[in-house]
C-alpha cells in the first residue's frame, strides 16, 4: 500500500513539469518572418560564404508533402536556390531569393526565371505577388530588400501549392538550416 501511495504522489510532479516548461517553449512561437534563430548566427554565415551568396538571401518553406533537394542548394545568377520536390516524386517548385523589390509598376517588367520572352501578368495577391509567363508561374514575396520567388511548371505544380509555399517562407532557424546543408555521416568537416 505504501507503494501505490509513492505513486499517487509521483503523478502530479509529473503532470507540473510540462506545465512549469510551457511558458518557455510558448516565448518562442511568436517569431516574425525574419526573426529566425539562425539569422544573424555564424553557422548561417559560414553556411551562405560557403554557397557564394549574402546571408539575407538565405530562407527556406514549408509545403506538406515537398521537402527540400539538399543537391539544388546554392547560388545562382547572385541569387540563393533551393529546389523543393515531392515526396511522391513527381513535382517540384524552385525557391530563388535575390536583392530587389517589386511593386505593381516593376512586376511585369522582370523576368519570370528563365522565360523572357513571354508577357509577365501579376495579380497582387495577400504580401505577395502571383505571375504568369507562358507555361510558368510564381508567387514572388518582397520582404525587406529581398524578393523571394517561389516557381514551378503551371501544369505540374498548382497555384495553391505555390501560395501555401510563399505564405510560409522565413529565414531558417538551426535545425532548418542543417537540413540544407549536405550530410557529412558522422565526419568533422
Not at 106 to 125: A, F, I, N, Y
Not at 153 to 166: N, Y
Request: with cysteine; net charge negative.
Amino acid at each position: 500500500m505504501a507503494m501505490r501511495k509513492d505513486v499517487r504522489m509521483m503523478r502530479p510532479a509529473r503532470a507540473l513539469l510540462p506545465l512549469l516548461l510551457l511558458p518557455v517553449l510558448l516565448t518562442g512561437c511568436d517569431g516574425d518572418r525574419n526573426g529566425g534563430t539562425a539569422a544573424g548566427s555564424a553557422a548561417l554565415d559560414s553556411a551562405a560564404r560557403g554557397w557564394g551568396v549574402e546571408p539575407e538571401l538565405v530562407y527556406v518553406t514549408e509545403v506538406s508533402g515537398y521537402t527540400v533537394f539538399q543537391a539544388s542548394v546554392g547560388r545562382y545568377d547572385d541569387e540563393f536556390v533551393a529546389a523543393y520536390r515531392s515526396e511522391k516524386g513527381g513535382t517540384k517548385f524552385g525557391l530563388f531569393v535575390g536583392s530587389g523589390t517589386m511593386t505593381a509598376e516593376s512586376c511585369p517588367d522582370q523576368p519570370l526565371g528563365e522565360v523572357s520572352d513571354k508577357q509577365v501578368t501579376c495579380e497582387h495577391d495577400g504580401e505577395a505577388w502571383y505571375r504568369k509567363a507562358g507555361a510558368s508561374h510564381e508567387y514572388a514575396v518582397p520582404d525587406d530588400g529581398v524578393v523571394i520567388r517561389l516557381i514551378a511548371d503551371a501544369d505540374k505544380v498548382d497555384r495553391a501549392i505555390l501560395r501555401r509555399a510563399a505564405e510560409a517562407v522565413h529565414r531558417p532557424d538551426d535545425a532548418e538550416l542543417a537540413a540544407l546543408l549536405p550530410t557529412t555521416d558522422g565526419a568533422d568537416i
